[in-house]
């Protein structure tokens, strides 16, 4: 069962990421950018039949490992 993790940064945390990727985008001409969030996208292949179950398995990868709870908050998604 194949999995998508896309993981950004909390509301209110400070992005200096993204807010050097608005700066490009607005240096090179792209005037209407109001925000821009950089983040990170995991894909994850686990063996197991149980949605359930595997879901609950990369919740627990993203709390102890992939994500930064504190600061970051992640969204899982199965692939079809």
């Known amino acids: 069962m194949k999995f998508t993790i896309n993981i950004t940064l909390k509301k209110g945390v400070l992005d200096p990421q993204g807010l050097a990727i608005k700066n490009s985008l607005m240096t090179s001409g792209f005037q ?13 292949d ?9 879901k609950k398995e990369v919740s627990k990868m993203c ?14 998604m199965l692939n079809q």
């Open 32 to 44: 209407n950018i109001i925000e821009v969030k950089q983040g990170k996208l995991i894909e994850i």
């Open 46 to 54: 686990i063996d197991e039949e149980n949605y359930d179950n595997a």
């Open 63 to 76: 709390d102890k490992l992939l994500a930064n709870t504190v600061i970051e908050d992640y969204k899982i």
